[in-house]
């Protein structure tokens, strides 16, 4: 008698079930040293910048591109016409890295971080009058966290928002 093989639906079932809210997602995301998970601001810069090289090169962007230009600006909510695209990428890099980089300790001495996800959601996310109930519900994940210490996180995004769309340089 042959073997057989499981079916693609039993296959599916073992697969690795994605949900943010615990922060599960699926195996291209388990390296986070290769994977880094971006705001609508970051590539929204990147776009821009890729987008100038492409005009000097005398290069015509497809509509693809174009169309995805035209989403990232649209949900992009830290933006300042009248700063240059390097400056912004060193401000959202900075903020990146430090979101990155946030650590609270726990009750039992054990310490949490922000998931790459999480760092994109908030920085999409956050208005400068984004209260930590708002955020913890749209980002279900943040509920792990102490309301100060995402009250701490908020403070740091709306420092830097403020930053970016202040007028002039830093």
Known sequence: MSESKP???????VAKVENTAELSF???FDDTEIVSILSNAQVAV????SAQSALNRDEELDDVY????????????????EKDYHELASELDNLHAALETFRK????????????????ALMNLVATDTMVEEAQALIPSLSRFPES??????????STMIRIVSYGGS
Do not use: C, W
């Open 7 to 13: 079916s693609a639906a039993a296959t599916s079932a």
């Open 149 to 158: 210490a995402v009250d701490e996180i908020l403070d740091l995004i709306r």
């Open 66 to 81: 174009k169309n995805t230009q035209k989403y990232v600006e649209r949900f992009n909510n830290m933006k300042n016409p």
């Open 105 to 120: 300790e726990k009750e039992d001495g054990e310490e949490m971080a922000l998931h790459g996800f999480e760092v994109a």
């Open 46 to 49: 990147i776009l821009k910048i």
């Open 26 to 28: 699926g195996t291209e």
